[in-house]
């Protein structure tokens, strides 16, 4: 807005502004004071290294309850993480191809994606949880008549798909891929990152099965789904607005049909879509946190849960729970983000 | 002049009224500084309705029956309390709330007391802003089986056990898995009922909980006959009603409140000796062994008043407890016949 | 003045909604609980009564009538709340309504400090604040201010619960929705402020009467996302233990003898929430044809 000359700084109301704000914060903080003085609670870290004392059911990563709570706290990280990251995948890819059904007329699904959209997009997120949850999957067999065809195993505990040695040569291969970018010049974070899956993978070698618990398949469901109408409405925008003469132009030029979207169309769309698709990774990020409500061992469950009732450290349970999600927010943003982008 | 654009913003804009502004502001300011409040009991006679926490529906403990009423053990505890302050027992609000929710309830004063099924612990009483006036029910943690047919907890090895989250279970259960070596995969579910429903579907083979709870969930099993719930027991499990710890009168009036209702039952005093007039307040000091019932800001013969609301501990107990559920009364039986429940003198 | 026309796959997607539920429903009994809880009829029809004055008054443009319409709704829900009301879809309903002016008021307020601001403290409060509420998840905040936040204020204050929520909720959408209106600031050209200097107007005119107004009418269609996203997450008021659709719901659920029924219930609970927004919708897309038409003409 700065255009037609410096900016002034006027100090009067800067330090007014500056008064004014530290009055309210001081007001917040003695009423803080005076509440917190009705009860004595000593706050303290040290509850960050003693054991944990509880089990996770689901976790990536080794964990017995001896471990400290730091590390529980890094185990649901992770499971928050990883679940935030398949949806990512899944959600994306659902949402193109609805995307680009809904916007294209030629394309005879046209009422079928929109449609779909319509009805994800303007149901809550926690009816639709229920909904695959207690509706759907609870439909799966009891483990006493669990489904088994060598390959693939359901019951309503899991769901367990047969791998072989899959897990153990990729955690081979990512831990060759990952020393090999140790030594190249700056790619520290992609090396670490391969030698993070790499060791993820290890921990599933040691069976044959990859299991997954019905809480995290629920969730990955439902937040596929809802993302995806989320995603495939930005891609649509995306597409449609593109202007005319470029799609004229591309014709002009000779392209096919196929050539004209892969080498013209996309490219443009993608780029104004960026910043929109990535406000919804965030998004998917945040919303990983209703796995609390079906129990599944994410983040907010349990720090917010677990760890507050076994210790009462509230202020400070929360304020990491704060700090935690805002840096894996603040992480996918910069993971994504490209500096001085022409649009 | 070419206009400059700053002039549009916000310093520009309340340059006149700013600094009028904020000399309100630091009054207003200066009004608000709160001082420290002691007693709660003058607070709820001012605003002439007790507030109480109770659990969102756990039929004998608190629940909405079918007028629509709140009723059970520890909804009789809160008419107590109304009826000694106001001699009126309906003068209650009941705010249902959840596991997650209930100590934060408790700070924030949107609660006078919570009577909603809380185990005394450690941690509970010298971390949370709450204290534990007296033990009203001794419970114990136990585990409920469905569908399934073992013979000592340690047969739940490798299995998944559904548990409610806010409680003291998930501690507990460890602890007790540890000592016999055996693991099992926790389930938490945020509410009692979704647990049942993991339960019933067979999500889960096993959930833990309190005792009495238990006896409540295996009625709402889709087939109760198959159910059972463990003589095994986890840890002990003494509940009690919490207020906040700058409310010691409050934590008073409710300490002798229960034992007044153990000390009437032993002494067979009942709802109706007093309601039909047989036992007048002189008649009732004299029992009950009163000098003199002397309590800042409630009337000399509150006692008598809470009587006369709610009876007794074993009507109480009768009332919601036996009757309707039969859950056997064990630990909470009187001192003289076996059980726990005593009272100090009233001299 | 209205170039709006009533979009007809609106109604067929409607009518085909409510004619599911019914088919859908158990009983009417269910259904009827499900939307107005344990309350009355009453109420929902005086909530009506309200909104077809609101709709007058815009269409007058009368703003002084509307703000009052908006306020006697605000006092008719205030002086209402007591133990057992609202309950049921209401709750999510009422909740919204009550937020759509706070919000308003919250986003403007966070847009003109963060992205117009030249006074950088200000500006550098507006982010810390918006930055860090859109960093966590609903659930998190709410916990944040119902632990932490609860100590904040003098104690005798002892606000009541859905007024805790009122302020949570308008928060949380306020900050999204000043991102919205930042983007209606900065497509606004540099004419617009040369105009209004050349007529006289003060700063505060100018925004009062110029930007502002211009502003919210071009943000209109993306408010109302944020405004449907805010409904939606109303129903996370369960972790409370307010009665609301999804937590009625659940209560019918809890019964073995209805654990069959799960799927029909759940996608009750779907399309009553689906109605609704996509009500809120229609009336969004509404206001916008309405509106924006009719600063065409003016200028």
Not at chain 1, 79 to 95: C, R
Not at chain 2, 112 to 118: E, K, M, P
Not at chain 2, 289 to 294: A, Q, Y
Request: positive net charge; charged residues 15%; aromatic residues 16%.
């Amino acid at each position: 807005m700065h255009i037609y000359q410096r900016q002034k700084i006027h100090w009067f109301y800067e330090l007014l502004s500056l008064a004014f704000i530290v009055l309210i914060i001081s007001w917040l903080y003695f009423n803080w004071k005076i509440n917190a003085l009705g009860y004595q609670v000593s706050n303290t870290w040290t509850f960050l290294s003693s054991s944990a004392n509880f089990f996770i059911s689901d976790h990536w990563l080794p964990f017995s309850p001896k471990d400290p709570t730091w590390y529980a706290i890094l185990i649901a990280s992770v499971n928050t993480f990883i679940l935030g990251m398949s949806v990512m995948m899944s959600a994306t890819v659902f949402g193109f191809l609805f995307g680009i059904l809904s916007a294209y007329p030629k394309y005879k699904l046209q009422w079928f994606a929109s449609s779909y959209v319509d009805v994800f997009r303007n149901t809550p997120l926690v009816g639709q949880l229920f909904f695959w949850y207690f509706g759907v999957f609870y439909l799966m067999p009891q483990t006493e008549h669990i489904y088994y065809d060598g390959f693939v195993k359901v019951s309503i505990q899991s769901l367990s798909i047969y791998t072989g040695n899959l897990f153990f040569i990729l955690s081979f291969f990512y831990l060759i891929v990952g020393i090999y970018f140790l030594f190249l010049k700056r790619a520290f974070g992609m090396s670490l990152s391969f030698l993070l899956m790499s060791f993820i993978y290890f921990n599933f070698s040691h069976s044959h099965y990859f299991t997954m618990s019905v809480e995290w398949l629920a969730l990955y469901t439902t937040l596929t789904f809802y993302t995806a109408s989320y995603i495939a409405e930005i891609v649509k925008a995306s597409l449609l607005s593109v202007p005319n003469a470029i799609d004229d132009a591309a014709i002009a030029l000779g392209l096919n049909d196929k050539d004209k979207f892969k080498l013209v169309i996309y490219p443009i769309a993608l780029k104004s879509m960026r910043p929109m698709l990535i406000n919804q990774y965030i998004t998917i990020m945040k919303n990983t946190s209703i796995g609390m409500l079906i129990g599944y061992p994410e983040l907010m469950n349990v720090l917010t849960g677990t760890i507050i009732n076994s210790t009462g450290q509230t202020l400070i349970c929360v304020s990491l729970m704060m700090c935690i999600y805002l840096s894996v927010c603040l992480f996918c943003q910069f993971l994504f983000m490209r500096k001085h982008e022409p649009i | 002049m070419h206009h400059n654009i700053s002039t549009f913003l916000i310093a520009g804009i309340f340059k006149r009224w700013y600094v009028r502004f904020m000399r309100w502001l630091l009054i207003i300011y200066l009004c608000l500084i709160q001082t420290i409040q002691a007693n709660i009991i003058p607070e709820i006679k001012k605003r002439g309705v007790l507030n109480c926490g109770v659990t969102t529906g756990l039929p004998g403990f608190s629940f909405m029956n079918e007028k629509g009423e709140w009723a059970g053990f520890e909804v009789d505890y809160c008419r107590g309390i109304a009826a000694a302050i106001f001699n009126d027992p309906n003068k209650v609000k009941f705010i249902p709330l959840t596991n997650q929710m209930q100590f934060l309830a408790l700070n924030m004063k949107q609660v006078d007391v919570l009577a909603r099924v809380i185990s005394i612990n450690y941690t509970r009483a010298t971390q949370l802003s709450g204290m534990f006036p007296v033990t009203h029910y001794f419970d114990d943690e136990a585990v409920l089986i469905y569908n399934l047919n073992i013979k000592k907890l340690s047969d739940l090895d490798g299995k998944t056990i559904c548990l409610v989250s806010g409680s003291t279970t998930e501690q507990n259960l460890y602890h007790y898995a540890l000592t016999q070596g055996w693991h099992y995969k926790p389930l938490v579910m945020s509410r009692g009922q979704l647990a049942v429903r993991a339960l019933a579907s067979g999500r889960c083979k096993a959930l833990a909980g309190d005792r009495s709870s238990l006896y409540v969930f295996k009625n709402e099993l889709p087939k109760p006959k198959q159910a059972n719930v463990f003589d095994e027991s986890i840890a002990l499990e003494p509940l009690g009603l919490m207020v906040r710890q700058s409310d010691i009168d409050l934590y008073q009036l409710i300490q002798w409140m229960h034992y007044a209702l153990v000390l009437s039952e032993q002494k067979n005093i009942t709802q109706a000796t007093i309601a039909s007039k047989q036992l007048t307040l002189s008649d009732f000091n004299e029992q009950m062994g009163i000098m003199s019932l002397t309590m800042s800001y409630l009337p000399d013969h509150w006692l008598y008043q809470v009587i006369n609301a709610v009876g007794n501990y074993g009507e109480i107990y009768s009332r919601n407890l036996t009757k309707p559920l039969n859950i056997p009364r064990n630990n909470n039986k009187l001192m003289s016949q076996g059980g726990m429940m005593y009272s100090p003198s009233f001299n | 003045m209205s170039q709006y026309k009533l979009n007809s796959t609106f109604i067929i997607k409607v009518v085909v909604a409510v004619t599911v539920l019914f088919i859908i429903a158990p009983d009417f009994e269910v259904l009827r609980r499900f939307v107005f809880g344990f309350g009355q009829f009453i109420t929902p029809s005086i909530f009506v009564l309200f909104f077809a004055i609101l709709q007058y008054t815009l269409l007058k443009n009368n703003k002084f009538m509307a703000l009052l319409v908006w306020v006697l709704i605000f006092a008719f829900i205030l002086l209402n709340i007591k133990d057992g009301w609202p309950t049921g879809l209401m709750v999510n309903v009422v909740l919204t309504l009550m937020c759509l002016p706070m919000t308003f008021i919250l986003a403007l307020l966070f847009a003109v400090l963060r992205f117009q601001s030249t006074l950088l403290v200000l500006k550098i409060f507006a982010t810390v604040i918006i930055e860090s509420v859109r960093g966590v998840p609903l659930i998190g905040l709410m916990i944040f201010i119902l632990s932490v936040g609860a100590d904040m204020v003098p104690a005798y204050w002892m606000m009541p619960k859905i007024i805790t929520l009122w302020m949570i909720y308008s928060l949380f959408a306020g900050v999204y929705l000043a991102e919205v209106f930042r983007g209606g600031f900065q497509s606004i050209p540099k004419a617009y402020f040369d105009g209004a200097y050349a007529l006289g107007m003060s700063p505060l005119k100018t925004y009062v009467y110029v930007l502002v107004p211009k502003v919210v009418i071009d943000t209109i269609p993306a408010a109302f996302n944020v405004y449907i996203g805010l409904f939606k997450e109303t129903s996370l008021v369960l972790l409370f233990g307010y009665f609301d659709l999804m937590n009625i719901a659940l209560n019918y659920l809890d019964f073995p003898e209805h654990y069959d029924e799960s799927i029909k219930i759940y996608m009750m609970v779907l399309i009553l929430f689906w109605i609704v927004a996509t009500i809120m919708h229609e009336y969004g897309h509404y206001l916008f044809k309405t509106f924006s038409k009719y600063e065409a003409k003016k200028t």
